[in-house]
């Protein structure tokens, strides 16, 4: 459900509600409207963000619903105060392809040392993670373990910035106001944060764009493991050999491929390319221009 409160628009969803086989999740029913429904609806853009087809629906019934542009927790964000002191870095999520390797978490942790020095660095993990990474931490890192939202929250409160990968950690960092950097490697930056999120930079490979891998049985996500290196200045120890063999990293070389950092008018051209788009999709056919490069700059 999305409501308006202090011009900000609250984003509240139900996950896991059991279902009868064959209902699609909710998450699903705006494609299944637009598309199945009412074919004369345009195929959503690739960059676009992920609520934007729900509100779409919802403006059917409230025309002036804003667009959701950030999202906020204001009654969590002020367990913060100012305690925050250390650096929080989450380098697990709940599939192995948006998992940080060892050699990616000991390389992020050297590089957010020297970002934040004197900073304690905390590895945010479930009981039982921290084994996982098998190798020595750099002086002034520890693990630090959560069983709980609550506890995790109580972990939040005392954090003055965030680095981490894609997972659901990451949007309670966001909605928080934590300082957030987001590594993506298979995952859409653009899709998977709302488009003016404060303080929050995305980090990926400049070569994938905001294009979306479905080598969902990956294990060795190359894309996530050389943002890393590229965003630390370390060698990346995975190999594109360990990858499957539809990986989109064997048709380029990511450790050519700059890490990308988000800039001031990234997004308001991606907006424009996405109107453009749109306005392409309703066009007759004999007036579509032949080819539109998404991520060609302006």
Request: hydrophobic share 40%; with cysteine.
């Amino acid at each position: 459900m999305l409501r308006r409160a202090g011009g900000v628009v609250g984003v509240r969803s139900a996950h896991n509600l059991d279902r009868p086989p064959g209902l699609r999740a909710a998450k699903d029913l705006p494609e299944l409207a637009s598309r199945e429904f009412f074919p004369e609806f345009p195929a959503e853009a690739a960059d676009e963000f992920q609520l934007d087809p729900a509100w779409r629906v919802l403006r059917c019934l409230d025309p002036g619903l804003p667009r959701p542009q950030r999202l906020e927790l204001p009654g969590l964000a002020a367990l913060r105060g100012a305690r925050g002191s250390a650096i929080g870095l989450v380098p697990f999520a709940d599939e192995p392809r948006r998992n940080m390797d060892a050699a990616s978490v000991v390389a992020l942790a050297g590089e957010i040392a020297r970002r934040h020095p004197g900073d304690p660095i905390w590895i945010l993990v479930d009981p039982g993670e921290a084994a996982r990474i098998g190798a020595p931490l750099p002086p002034g890192v520890e693990f630090v373990s959560f069983a709980t939202l609550e506890e995790l929250i109580d972990r939040y409160a005392r954090l003055k910035a965030w680095y981490g990968t894609d997972t659901g950690p990451y949007h309670l960092a966001v909605a928080m106001g934590i300082p957030t950097t987001t590594f993506f490697g298979p995952t859409q930056p653009l899709r998977n944060s709302f488009p003016a999120q404060p303080d929050l930079e995305r980090v990926r490979l400049s070569v994938l764009g905001n294009e979306h891998c479905e080598q969902k049985q990956c294990a060795h996500p190359l894309c996530l493991h050389q943002a890393v290196a590229n965003f630390a200045g370390a060698p990346c120890a995975t190999r594109l050999q360990e990858t499957p063999a539809g990986c989109p990293c064997g048709f380029i070389h990511p450790t050519r491929s700059r890490a990308t950092h988000e800039d001031p008018h990234h997004q308001a051209r991606q907006d424009r390319r996405s109107a453009a788009r749109q306005a392409d999709a309703r066009a007759p056919a004999a007036e579509r221009p032949e080819c539109r490069d998404p991520f060609s700059r302006e």
